[in-house]
């Protein structure tokens, strides 16, 4: 059993990776910026909880000592989504978060998991692998990438375990309202006869996000590999199918407007992540 530091334990993944350490039964410390929306949840009591607002941080504390000393720490904050073109990420984020986790590192952090996102590759189609260059086309990748590149640069001159996760695509109870299931699933729900979506034909990687939660939990708890690490299926496909299968699934229909809005100009046409490094980890290579 380990003690793990869990950032974001409120948010859409964090939810789900506490749930997935607490199956695991290692002791969990939950940090978010609202005790409040903390104890909404059903892994509440279960675990040590301590509130902490980035935006607001405690002055001149020990941040490792008031986190209770982790073993190691899976740093899902993040905000400002799902606005990825706001200068935010890049101006206000990027410097908060990296000095918050140097903090931590230097007052004694030895491992440390950080959520990236497959929007660092930009606008290249196809597979892609972690061995490919980064190269971001929106503030929020680019400050993540940042973020990890600045990460790189302090374990060249201190020791700590690193792991960057890319996440892709994921869908689950609990997700942004604004999200495209989440949109079709409140459709449904309203009786609606027409659904308007885009053209469809993108090609993505897409994960439930209970299975996203436990690759986090797997990969940030495993010894054998580090840096980047996607955590992806591996297996295409377009965001039509993927609706006409949610649809079937339900056992539903409702009649998709496609193109009535535009794709998107901040990710490629065609793009799915490279499971190998993923699948050494789960034992599946």
Partial sequence: MQKILVTGATGFIGNYVVEELLRNNHQVIASSSSEERARLFSWFPKVQYKAFNLADPPAEIDYFSFFDRPDAMIHLAWEGLPNYKSAFHYEVNLPRHFSFLERMLRQ????????????????????????????????????????RKLLEGLRQRQ??????????YMY??????????????????????????????QVRDYLPV?????????????????????????EPISVRQLVEDYLAARQVTIHLNLGHYPYADYEP???WGDATKLNKIINKA
Avoid at 142 to 147: F, P, Q, T
Avoid at 159 to 168: G, H, M, N, P, Q
Avoid at 172 to 190: I, M
């Fill in 108 to 147: 004694g952090l030895r491992s440390l998991s950080v959520t990236g996102t497959c929007f660092e590759y930009g606008l290249h189609e196809g597979k892609m692998s972690e061995h490919m260059p980064s190269n971001p086309a929106n503030p929020y990748a680019m400050a993540k990438d940042s973020l």
């Fill in 159 to 168: 020791s700590f375990d690193f792991k960057w996760i890319r996440l892709f």
């Fill in 172 to 201: 689950g109870r609990g997700q942004n309202p604004n999200s495209l299931l989440s949109q079709l699933q409140k459709a449904l729900d309203e009786h609606a006869t027409v659904f308007n979506m885009s053209g469809g034909a």
């Fill in 210 to 234: 209970e299975k996203v939660a436990e690759y986090i939990v797997a990969i940030a708890l495993q010894q054998k590999i580090d840096g980047i690490i996607n955590c992806c299926s591996a």
């Fill in 269 to 271: 046409m065609s793009f």
